[in-house]
């Protein structure tokens, strides 16, 4: 690898062999590779990650034609795309060769899906004992339901996400992007940085077992917490929020606003900045439990006097009485925020088959020491097939013109 693109960070050294595709794996390896661990990437010849396809939109190539898909583009930079056909066996080997020499693989194939090449965790520990081998699936490598496929989609479904999100007498609603499969990818990653701690420490790997139907349970948090100790079933309450009030949008001049109310001093300030302080002493909205019991008639009279100006006013108005607020940004106003163009919030990289820069949100974790990198934009398909077989294995240059006349690679 050229040099300027060689990873610092505190994960540089550490080699990650990703076999998974589409968004929760490729997610957790891309957070690792953002701080610094050298990520290769392996796709299917001729096809990649289904994300590749998944578009329009698509980016276009310098002669105009469609490349990859935007899609592709949020989970996979900082990475090495090598093309190999692991049904075949000599692709199989390859690919084993490879994860005798990684720290860590992470894989979401079904349960047993790789054990006929040879790539299950039993088999590559016997080779690599220090190998921590994450797989994601969506029900975990155990259970009556371990067998399932498991989607981003249903799981929000049977985990219950849906049948909180969404107005009361509305349908039950997904989130707007994948977010169990976000989550998974988060937790999959901090499992690998405990495994990897404990491989460096002992020698010893092991299987981490990342579930997206327990990922999403977990995900219920307070929902869940509020099931437990009530028996109560939560239930849908559009954009209010089931322990506190006011936590909520409220309509403006020209919009809406969101006021995030925590406490009963933020309620009182909250009152005197919209000008009726007698609504902060009112006895039945004196503290936040009273004020969830009576959130009807309180959002009434709180919506009757914010229609008064337009949101940026009152964001002005109630930022200096210390309210937490904002507006309801679209995407396109997410990014031309103040404060995200103060702080970096997009990634801009070149590819040079592309006829436009790839643009990528920046990785929140900022790391006073060790920050994060951006070294390199999502790869095209097989683009660093030749260079890592050689690196890594030290394959002649005859070896892998021979593979890819066979078109293992």
Same mark, same amino acid.
């Given at each position: 690898?050229?040099?300027?693109?060689?990873?610092?960070?505190?994960?540089?050294?550490?080699?990650?062999?990703?076999?998974?595709?589409?968004?929760?794996?490729?997610?957790?390896?891309?957070?690792?590779?953002?701080?610094?661990?050298?990520?290769?990437?392996?796709?299917?010849?001729?096809?990649?990650?289904?994300?590749?396809?998944?578009?329009?939109?698509?980016?276009?190539?310098?002669?105009?034609?469609?490349?990859?898909? %935007?899609?592709?583009?949020? !989970?996979?930079?900082?990475?090495?795309?090598?093309? &190999? /056909? *692991? =049904?075949?066996? +000599?692709?199989?080997?390859?690919?084993?060769?490879?994860?005798?020499?990684?720290?860590?693989?992470?894989?979401?194939?079904?349960?047993?899906?790789?054990?006929?090449?040879?790539?299950?965790?039993?088999?590559?520990?016997?080779?690599?004992?220090?190998?921590?081998?994450?797989?994601?699936?969506?029900?975990?490598?155990?259970?009556?339901?371990?067998?399932?496929?498991?989607?981003?989609?249903?799981?929000?479904?049977?985990?219950?996400?849906?049948?909180?999100?969404?107005?009361?007498?509305?349908?039950?609603?997904?989130?707007?992007?994948?977010?169990?499969?976000?989550?998974?990818?988060?937790?999959?990653?901090?499992?690998?940085? %405990?495994?990897?701690?404990? !491989?460096?420490?002992?020698?010893?790997?092991?299987? &981490? /077992? *990342? =579930?997206?139907? +327990?990922?999403?349970?977990?995900?219920?948090?307070?929902?869940?917490?509020?099931?437990?100790?009530?028996?109560?079933?939560?239930?849908?309450?559009?954009?209010?929020?089931?322990?506190?009030?006011?936590?909520?949008?409220?309509?403006?001049?020209?919009?809406?606003?969101?006021?995030?109310?925590?406490?009963?001093?933020?309620?009182?300030?909250?009152?005197?900045?919209?000008?009726?302080?007698?609504?902060?002493?009112?006895?039945?909205?004196?503290?936040?439990?009273?004020?969830?019991?009576?959130?009807?008639?309180?959002?009434?009279?709180?919506?009757?006097?914010?229609?008064?100006?337009?949101?940026?006013?009152?964001?002005?108005?109630?930022?200096?009485?210390?309210?937490?607020?904002?507006?309801?940004?679209?995407?396109?106003?997410?990014?031309?925020?103040?404060?995200?163009?103060?702080?970096?919030?997009?990634?801009?990289?070149?590819?040079?088959?592309?006829?436009?820069?790839?643009?990528?949100?920046?990785?929140?974790?900022?790391?006073?020491?060790?920050?994060?990198?951006?070294?390199?934009?999502?790869?095209?398909?097989?683009?660093?097939?030749?260079?890592?077989?050689?690196?890594?294995?030290?394959?002649?240059?005859?070896?892998?013109?021979?593979?890819?006349?066979?078109?293992?690679?």
């Amino acid at each position: 690898m050229d040099s300027e693109k060689r990873a610092s960070g505190p994960l540089a050294g550490v080699t990650v062999l990703d076999l998974s595709r589409v968004l929760a794996g490729p997610w957790a390896t891309q957070a690792l590779a953002d701080l610094g661990a050298e990520v290769i990437k392996v796709e299917r010849p001729g096809a990649g990650d289904d994300t590749r396809h998944w578009g329009p939109p698509f980016a276009t190539g310098e002669d105009g034609a469609a490349s990859d898909a %935007a899609y592709f583009f949020c !989970a996979n930079r900082n990475k090495r795309s090598v093309s &190999i /056909d *692991i =049904a075949r066996p +000599e692709g199989a080997e390859l690919v084993r060769r490879l994860a005798a020499k990684a720290d860590v693989l992470v894989e979401n194939f079904k349960v047993g899906g790789l054990e006929k090449y040879g790539l299950d965790f039993e088999s590559l520990r016997e080779l690599n004992p220090r190998l921590v081998y994450c797989s994601i699936t969506g029900f975990g490598q155990t259970g009556p339901y371990a067998g399932r496929a498991g989607y981003d989609y249903m799981i929000q479904a049977m985990g219950g996400l849906m049948s909180i999100t969404g107005e009361a007498d509305g349908e039950p609603m997904k989130a707007g992007v994948a977010v169990v499969d976000l989550f998974a990818g988060l937790y999959a990653s901090n499992a690998i940085l %405990a495994a990897l701690l404990h !491989a460096r420490a002992t020698g010893e790997g092991q299987q &981490i /077992d *990342i =579930a997206l139907f +327990e990922v999403q349970a977990a995900m219920l948090a307070n929902q869940a917490s509020n099931w437990f100790v009530s028996g109560e079933v939560p239930r849908r309450l559009g954009n209010a929020h089931p322990n506190l009030a006011p936590y909520q949008p409220l309509p403006t001049a020209d919009g809406a606003l969101v006021v995030a109310v925590g406490n009963d001093g933020q309620f009182r300030a909250l009152c005197g900045a919209l000008g009726e302080r007698a609504l902060g002493e009112d006895a039945r909205f004196a503290t936040n439990a009273l004020r969830v019991e009576h959130r009807g008639e309180l959002t009434e009279r709180l919506r009757r006097l914010t229609t008064a100006r337009t949101t940026a006013e009152w964001i002005e108005v109630l930022e200096g009485a210390g309210v937490p607020c904002g507006p309801v940004n679209t995407v396109e106003e997410v990014f031309a925020e103040p404060q995200g163009l103060a702080r970096g919030l997009v990634v801009e990289q070149t590819r040079a088959d592309l006829d436009a820069p790839v643009r990528t949100v920046a990785s929140p974790m900022r790391l006073s020491a060790t920050p994060a990198s951006y070294r390199t934009p999502p790869p095209s398909l097989g683009a660093d097939t030749e260079a890592v077989l050689s690196e890594q294995l030290q394959l002649p240059e005859a070896r892998v013109l021979e593979l890819k006349r066979k078109k293992v690679i």
